[in-house]
């Protein structure tokens, strides 16, 4: 009895001339006095807020990004030139100044937490109990969304405040941040004057997974689980980085309202979802308790397929009327529980610890496990992430652990049962190839360099990768195959591979070795921004390397100091130090030249910011240009060129046989160009 769609959505603001007419022509901002700025600067706001939700949370954009943007713009300039308040502004979604700290704020009505239970005994057990109080109810069902919770309080009709759970009673004000999560309104039409809802902010599943191997590439940890990744962007002091995360919002409940309460759950939920908000996608109306145990037992079996990570099923008795007379325990509400999924954790041995040498030379401890599966995936390494956790989790050969498997990243060990054998320590020389490691915080790093086959590898792999030196052929395989058989030792020794070297490994065709010195050949004519990324320093993603490259030569990057390369901002001091460690130390410093010797010849380019701000996939092959020549022509003029789909992404270009990225921005909505439409939108309108 699904009942997704029965109330109409939220409907447009009347008579806005915005959401009409988007195209409508503006009257110079001079001619206008502050009264008639006001006027048409809320006549935006709600035309914008509007705008946001066909295109955020129904995903059915009624204007085009171009008509959007002139709104926006104009909006901006009314706030700027008249000293506009931006309280519920829609502009402050691109994220306010850093903060300081976060500042605590009462709850307009206490965050309690639900009673719940993994045994179906214990539900039938809290709804005879309710049913003994207030007898036979019918249940409200809904996923329960593992996610950071968040309070949002809504004063005549425009946003004032977000605020984090904290201890229940007052909680950090995260405003700035949640603003930036396009699904959430900042104005409501036909708001009451004051409404406070709860919702959870999430990371989905997809985006998070790209949005991981993004940190990766860029050096940065990775985030354990969607949760971790969601509740530490919305807590953090820079509203502008948050606004680059993709995190999405699903809204459940009122907490206070102005106007009279709804009689159900249900109607609360269609009343939430009239208001514009994301509400859960499955709830559901069930009779009595086996329905909740029968609802629960779908959410396990499609688990797998939704976008969200779930714990649990909560069962609310819908009848909002016996919520007071049903009452709350010390912590619980009793006209809710919570029915739980069984986690994605399996028990098993370990086997031991080894260590795995990354492309930065980062040691990092991995268990080896007693194959388990957990919730139908077998599951035989789990990460320890370093020397640290592996102390404090106290493992070894032997360990009973619990591992959890979260958003489909690598399974992690999160308990440990029975501790087996403690006596790791991180080797004081690299596994791989003998090195000595060294300890930067609880990390631990081989110092071999290049000199070590286990770096070597990863490095050429990054270093032909297509966002690189893009040299086709020059894959994992590849790359395998020339450091184990020891045709590449230094990353130079590319250039000197011939023909006759690569079909003396029997692996290679004649044509195929060919096309791969071909390959190799043309990376020597490259771009500064692609080789400096090229070179895997820590730390440095493209985007940072481009920043790099609008500054400095690369002679001047080579004698930069980390003051220098501080002064570009938003440059931090770890960015600075890698790269400045990069161009001192020998074998970094010796790579280039010896790079530049053979006559990889990095031009740096420099362009204008026309397409600051716009983030653009590719997939599939173009016509008219190489991958490597668009993605150079838009980075060129400002433009961030990324390799996977998220929320983030404005355009996915679309060349001949397109990968899975095209399905990818189906689902996300994200705008699909063909080559054509690529240079309409993109390319024809940059300077020559
Ligand atoms: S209703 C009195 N509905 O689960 C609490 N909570 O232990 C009423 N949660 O911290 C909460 N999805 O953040 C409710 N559909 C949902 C939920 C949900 C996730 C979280 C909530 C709370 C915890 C309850």
Sequence with gaps: MASASRQPERAPPEDNPYVREPELEFAPVEDLDAGQAREQAQALREAI??????????????????????????????????????????????????????ETVDHVSPMLSLDASEEAEEVRSWADMVEGKVGDVAFSCEPKFDGF???????????????????????????????????????????????????????????????N????????????????????????????????????????????????????????????RGYGFPVPDRHELVDNVEGVIAYRERLVEDREDLDYEVDGAIAKVDDQSVWDELGTT???PRWAFAYKLPPKTGTTRMQGITVQVGRTGQLTPVAMLEPLDVQGVTIRRASLHNAEQVA?????????????????????????LEPGQTSFTMPETCPVCGSEVVQEGPQHFCTGGLACPAQLRARLEHYGSREAMDIEGLGEKTAHLLVDEGLVTELVDLYELTVE??????????????????????????????????????????????????????????????????????????????VRRLFTSE????????????????????????????????????EGYTRREATEMLEHHGANVTSS?????????????PGSKLDEAREREVPVLDEEAFEAEIVDRLPP
């Design 149 to 211: 919770s968040i309070e949002l309080v809504y004063e005549d009709g425009q946003i004032a405040r977000a605020v984090t759970r904290g201890d229940g009673r007052r909680g950090e004000d995260v405003t700035e941040n949640v603003l930036t999560i396009g699904q959430v309104p900042t104005t409501i039409p036909d708001a009451p004057d004051l409404l406070a809802v709860r919702g959870e902010v999430y990371m989905p599943k997809s985006a998070f997974q790209a949005f």
């Design 645 to 657: 789909v998220t929320s983030n992404t404005d355009y996915l270009v679309v060349g001949e046989d």
């Design 587 to 622: 074998a970094g410093r010796g790579t280039v030249e010896a790079l530049r010797a053979v006559g990889v010849s990095p031009r740096r380019e420099q362009g204008g910011d026309e397409l600051a701000g716009l983030t653009v996939v590719f997939t599939g092959a173009l």
């Design 49 to 102: 807020d509007h705008h946001d939700y066909r295109y955020y949370t129904l995903n059915d954009p009624i204007v085009s990004d171009h008509a959007y943007d002139r709104l926006f713009g104009r909006l901006e300039e009314l706030e700027e030139v008249f000293d506009l308040d931006r309280q519920g502004s829609p502009t402050r979604r691109v994220g306010g100044p850093v903060l300081d700290e976060l």
């Design 501 to 578: 070297d690569l079909v003396a490994l029997d692996r290679y065709a004649e044509k195929s070795a060919r096309n791969l010195v071909e390959e190799i050949e043309a990376s020597r004519d490259t771009d500064l921004t692609s080789f400096l990324y090229g070179l895997g320093i820590r730390h440095v993603g493209r985007d940072t390397a481009r920043r790099l490259v609008e500054r400095f030569t690369l002679d001047e990057l080579m004698d930069a100091t980390e003051d220098q390369l501080r002064e570009i901002e938003g440059l931090g001091p770890k960015v600075a130090a890698a």
């Design 330 to 332: 010390a912590r619980h």
């Design 213 to 272: 191997e993004e940190r990766v590439q860029r050096g940065e940890d990775a985030f354990a689980n969607p949760r971790n990744a969601a509740a530490g962007t919305v807590r953090m002091l820079d509203p502008s980085t948050v606004a680059r995360r993709p995190l999405s919002l699903f809204v459940y409940d009122i907490l206070e309202t102005s106007a009279p309460d709804p009689d159900t759950q249900q109607a609360a939920v269609e009343r939430l």
């Design 392 to 416: 404090e989790l106290g493992v070894g050969e032997g360990a009973e652990v619990t591992v959890e498997r979260a958003g489909d990243v690598i399974p992690q060990v999160k308990q440990v």
